[in-house]
């Protein structure tokens, strides 16, 4: 995940060299959006279908479908974090749950995961 760009780059991994190699740049912001934004979190789920990012400046999750062949991601849905400069966000154990922290404006956004879709 890039700070400045709101970029994830995918890249695969060659065991034997040792070496990354770029598969993938995908943004993170709604086409059109060009207002000043920055990256901040990014996890991806346990099973490894679904990658989620945080956008400071949009004020957004986004969601994206990992490619379980190709590496590549697909967006899905880009969600508001209800506050100002998420600075972070997590996933509980279960995974059905995804609270979102607020800096700016100093509060949580609890939501319902769909674990099978990622919405």
């Not at 034997?16 to 000043?36: A, F, H, N, R, V």
């Not at 004020?59 to 969600?79: C, K, M, R, W």
Request: glycine share 8%.
């Amino acid at each position: 995940m890039t700070e400045l760009s709101n970029e994830v780059i995918v890249c695969r991994f060659n065991e034997e060299l040792g070496e990354l190699s770029e598969l993938q740049i995908i943004p993170t912001l709604p086409e059109g959006y060009d207002d000043l934004s920055q990256g901040s979190a990014i996890h991806i789920t346990k099973d490894g279908k679904h990658v989620y990012v945080g956008n400071r400046g949009h004020d957004s999750i986004a969601t994206f479908l990992v490619n379980q062949y190709s590496g590549e991601l697909s967006p899905v849905e880009i969600i508001s974090t209800e506050g100002t400069w998420p600075r972070d966000f997590h996933l509980d154990p279960s995974e059905s749950v995804m609270v979102a922290s607020n800096q700016e404006t100093g509060n949580l956004t609890v939501y319902a995961r769909d674990i099978e879709t990622g919405n």
